[in-house]
């Protein structure tokens, strides 16, 4: 007589990039019985506004280097058991023609709705069960296994649902963009079980400046370096579009430092921003060419002369900074004048009052110790058989497709795991 082997049921909070990579991992695995709780209306919500609606899911430049965590080593364990190559493998597998755009990897079809139907079609294929408009709130383990609460928001959430899993899986992403799912609710569960939190904080968003000295410039587009300053020490810098806001700066670069900015305000230290408007010459160069760009025009107004280096409203705003008059006459410029024009371009100092908050914000940093789970499987160290994966953890990525890649790692770890035999 042939025994049959029991299903191990696996159950899986959060139906995100992590989750759904762990459902369909844990599901192609044999005697699994796998099914997700999701909150909002449909799985993989936040996934269609990713990349601008093009989803950027990896980067060819992979390693632990684009990440910041307390724990950056075990980045590196978990980015070298799924790193890009596996990413595209995984994609590929699915049906996705990938493109890249300068190490940036999209989906050929640069759409990222793509993206989260061959991810829900392959969950569907290998039987996993989606209920969405569940919101856990609590996971209790029992003497075998978890008992899961569900609040069930077809009924108001008035109606509260028990599920039993052998294995479960945190996935439920930070508290970034909460209008898109992840309410940090995640790291209330986890706390549960223990698990403590490096201090969460908004990262990969814009920054609010105090006395804003361009709000009159403000919608205006400019290339910039952008350095963060913490303490007066200069932390990290990024060179790319800056998009001046009414109520402070945006963009590319201002992105890349944000979390830096955000640990330092949660710290109660000096944030301050570094703004190189001109970074494509040093001082010297610069000021060599405006005293030779004025010969000739020596009749011309100030604002005249500056016109066709910087847009013009953003120069009416770094001259009333240097403290030259628009309206000047070039030949009544001294060379002092120009130095300090120069000086304002090249290193305006602002201070930063406050990021524009979880809402705004594409992630968080911090999250759950990563010291608190084992990188090879993604289990707790605290709970047998609980998981923890994404955005819910302490490691947070650089713009450029980073932070899909750790919710792909770490949700095909902790679904590979969670399925193997125990
Ligand atoms: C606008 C925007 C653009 C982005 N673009 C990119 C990009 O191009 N490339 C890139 O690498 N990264 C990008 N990111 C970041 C990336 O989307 C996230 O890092 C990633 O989605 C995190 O995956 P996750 O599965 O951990 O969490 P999430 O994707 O946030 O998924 C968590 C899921 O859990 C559900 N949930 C939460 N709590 C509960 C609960 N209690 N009960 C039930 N369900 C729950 C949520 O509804 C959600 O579906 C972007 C983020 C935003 C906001």
Sequence with gaps: MKWEKKMKRIGIIGGGAAGLTAAITAAGQKNTEVFILEHKEQA????????????????????????????IGYVEIILKKFGYGDTVRFFESLGLMLRSRNGYIYPRCEQASVVR???????????????????????????RGFRIFANDAQTGGGFRKRFYADKVILSCGGRAAKVLGSDGSGYSLAKAFGHSLIPVVPALVQLKVKEH??????????EAKVTACVNGKEICSDTGELQITGYGISGIPVFQISRFIGKALYEKASARVI??????????????????????KEKMSVLEFAAGIFHSRLTVCL???????????????????????VRQCKRTVL?????????????CAGGVSLREVDCGTMESRYMNGLYLTGELLDADGMCGGYNLQWAWATGYLAGKHAAEES
Excluded: W
Aim: proline share 2%; with cysteine; net charge neutral.
């Design 213 to 222: 000295p361009f709000k009159t410039a403000s919608g205006v587009r400019t």
């Design 117 to 143: 139907e061959l991810l829900l079609g392959e969950a569907k294929r290998l039987g996993v069960t989606i209920y969405t408009g569940m919101h856990v709130t609590e996971v209790l383990p029992e003497k």
């Design 351 to 363: 201070t930063i009052r406050d990021t524009n908050g979880y809402d705004n914000a594409q992630v």
């Design 275 to 296: 703004i190189d408007f001109l970074p494509s010459m040093d001082e010297k160069e610069f000021t060599g060419y405006l005293l030779m760009r004025r010969l000739g």
């Design 44 to 71: 993989g919500k936040k996934l269609l506004s990713t990349g601008n609606g093009r989803c950027n899911l990896t980067n060819e430049d992979m390693d632990a280097s684009f990440f910041r965590s307390e724990d």
């Design 319 to 341: 001259l009333s900074l240097s403290g030259i008059s628009a309206k000047k006459r070039v030949e009544e410029l001294s060379e002092r004048e120009i130095y300090r024009f």
